[in-house]
């Protein structure tokens, strides 16, 4: 053997003596990763966009594999969870699901039934109103009396409901009047004791207009009772809360 071949030779030894060593440094390396980032676990992120206080439903999420040890304790790791869960603020596409961004949906208490009604969509509920929101409903009714022989009619306003609880929010759905006329209306579901579902029947098949106005959250206080009616004729004579409760009986 030659000095050349020596040479190649102790090349070649040089050569694969660093391939093991480099493949020894790589090794070591992804031993290190995998014994930082531990097994991983299956959670599930949201695959669409979540508005407020809508439900949450199986077929909105999407299955992906996280380390263990980045997890958060409360991540959805079961479909299963986000049953009857509502989200609590807005949710985004590829965000991963907690459930603490859930809560449970609205339920009855004793002595409250559910109704639903049909709110006009532009006047009634703008987009604002959800599950869980507390609403007052105003009512505003075309009322004719006769004084003597002469007829008079004005229009009141009237709150109808103080306080009520939004069960559910449904579709926008098309409705056609007795004249063929087509609005928009959004049927909305409350819970309500026996007199307050009573009250809200009455302004959805007799009133000429019922509004909702949103309720901020923790603002719900009890409207007196002087408080309640309206009228430009009162307002005008410096009484705006004219008493007309006697025809609300």
């Not at 949201?46 to 909105?60: C, G, I, K, M, S």
């Not at 040890?69 to 869960?85: K, L």
């Not at 004793?110 to 987009?127: K, N, R, S, Y």
Request: aromatic share 6%; net charge negative.
């Amino acid at each position: 053997m030659n000095a050349r071949q020596r040479r190649g030779i102790l090349l070649l030894v040089v050569s694969v003596l660093l391939a093991l060593g480099a493949f020894a440094g790589v090794l070591g390396v992804i031993n290190d990763v995998e014994s930082r980032v531990g097994p991983e676990v299956t959670a599930y992120e949201l695959r669409e966009d979540v508005e407020p206080y809508e439900e949450v439903t199986a077929d909105q999420l999407r299955e992906v594999s996280i380390p263990e040890r980045y997890i958060p304790d409360s991540a959805v790791t079961d479909p299963e969870q986000v049953e009857g869960q509502v989200a609590i603020g807005p949710l985004r596409e590829g965000s991963l699901l907690q459930r603490d961004m859930l809560s449970d949906r609205p339920e009855l208490d004793e002595g409250q039934q559910e109704i639903a009604v049909m709110i006009d969509a532009a006047t009634g509920v703008a987009g604002k109103i959800y599950p869980g929101a507390t609403i007052n409903m105003y009512a505003a009714f075309r009322v004719q009396e006769r004084n003597g022989d002469v007829e008079e009619e004005y229009e009141i306003v009237r709150l109808m409901v103080n306080n009520a609880e939004v069960i559910e929010v449904g579709d926008l759905t098309e409705v056609i009047d007795d004249e063929r006329n087509s609005t928009d209306a959004v049927p909305i579901t409350f819970a309500l004791d026996n007199l307050d579902a009573q009250r809200v029947t009455y302004a959805e098949a007799f009133a000429e207009q019922v509004r909702l106005a949103l309720v901020a959250p923790g603002d719900e206080r009890e409207i007196p009772d002087e408080e309640r009616t309206y009228t430009i004729i009162g307002d005008n004579a410096g009484d705006p809360h004219l008493d007309l409760d006697a025809l609300f009986p």
